[in-house]
C-alpha cells in the first residue's frame, strides 16, 4: 500500500531539513518543492516577479506553482512512502488566498486561478494521507529566512510570515476556512536542529502508520 503524506508549514519553517532526514529511510521517497522550476522557466524567475511586484506577477506565479504541484502530486510514486514538501492544496489555500485578501491580487485573477483549481479538484483525483504540519512562529521563520538568505527572499518582511502563519493555523488548527484533504499531525518546529531531529524520530512510527 502506497501513502502521501505532506509536510506543510511556513516559509523556512524547516519542512526540506524534515524531508532530508526523512530521505535516510529507504522505505520513503521524499519530493521537495519544485522551487528551482519556480525561479527558473524558460529563462524567466517568475519568484522574484511575484515578490517585486505581486499585484502585476501573483497570478503568473501563482499558475505555474499550481502546474507543477499538479505534475507532483501525478508522477509516478517509486517507494512505498512518498513524503511531499507542500501541495497544490496550500498553494490555493495559503498563498493565493494570502495575495488575494491582502488586495495584491485583483478579483478576476483570484476568479480565474479558483476555476482553474476547483476543476483540477473535481476532475482529478489527488490522494493525500496524512499531513505533517510543522508549526512555527512566525519570528522563528524570518529568523531562519534571513539566515538561509534566499536573493527572491530578502524582501519579506515580518508582516508578510505572519499572514501566512494565520492562513495555515486558521486552515489546519482551527479549521475554518477551508476543507482538510487529510488527517493533520502536528509537530512544534520552534525548536533546535537537534531537538526537531529527536521529534521526527519519536514521531516516525504515526508517520510510517500512514502506509498501513
Ligand atoms: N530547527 C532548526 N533550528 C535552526 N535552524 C534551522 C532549523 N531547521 C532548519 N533550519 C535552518 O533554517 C533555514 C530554513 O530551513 P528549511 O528546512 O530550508 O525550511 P523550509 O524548507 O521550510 O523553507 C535553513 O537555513 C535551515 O538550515
Ligand atoms: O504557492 C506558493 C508556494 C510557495 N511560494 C513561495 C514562498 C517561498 O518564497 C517559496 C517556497 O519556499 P519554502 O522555503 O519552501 O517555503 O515559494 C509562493 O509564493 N507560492
Request: charged letters at 25%; hydrophobic letters at 40%.
Amino acid at each position: 500500500v502506497k501513502a502521501v503524506i505532506c509536510v506543510e508549514g511556513n516559509i523556512a519553517s524547516g519542512k526540506t531539513t524534515c524531508l532530508e532526514y526523512f530521505s535516510k529511510t529507504s522505505s520513503i521517497e521524499v519530493l521537495t518543492e519544485p522551487i528551482s522550476k519556480w525561479r527558473d522557466v524558460r529563462g524567466h524567475n517568475p519568484l522574484a516577479l511575484m515578490y517585486q511586484d505581486p499585484q502585476r506577477w501573483g497570478i503568473t506565479l501563482q499558475t505555474y506553482v499550481q502546474l507543477t504541484m499538479l505534475d507532483r502530486h501525478l508522477s509516478a510514486v517509486a517507494a512505498p512512502v512518498r513524503m511531499m514538501e507542500r501541495s497544490l492544496f496550500s498553494a490555493k489555500y495559503i498563498f493565493v488566498e494570502n495575495l488575494f485578501r491582502s488586495g495584491k491580487m485583483p478579483e478576476v485573477d483570484y476568479a480565474v486561478l479558483s476555476e482553474w483549481f476547483d476543476w483540477i479538484t473535481a476532475n482529478i483525483c489527488i490522494p493525500v494521507d496524512l499531513i505533517v504540519y510543522l508549526q512555527t512562529s512566525p519570528q522563528t521563520c524570518h529568523e531562519r529566512l534571513k539566515q538561509r538568505c534566499r536573493e527572491e527572499e530578502k524582501v519579506i518582511p515580518l508582516e508578510y510570515l505572519e499572514s501566512i502563519h494565520q492562513l495555515y493555523e486558521e486552515w489546519l488548527i482551527r479549521r475554518s476556512s477551508w476543507p482538510v484533504p487529510a488527517p493533520v499531525l502536528v509537530i512544534p518546529a520552534d525548536h533546535n536542529l537537534q531537538r526537531m531531529l529527536h521529534q521526527y524520530e519519536e514521531n516516525r512510527a504515526k508517520i510510517l502508520a500512514a502506509s498501513l
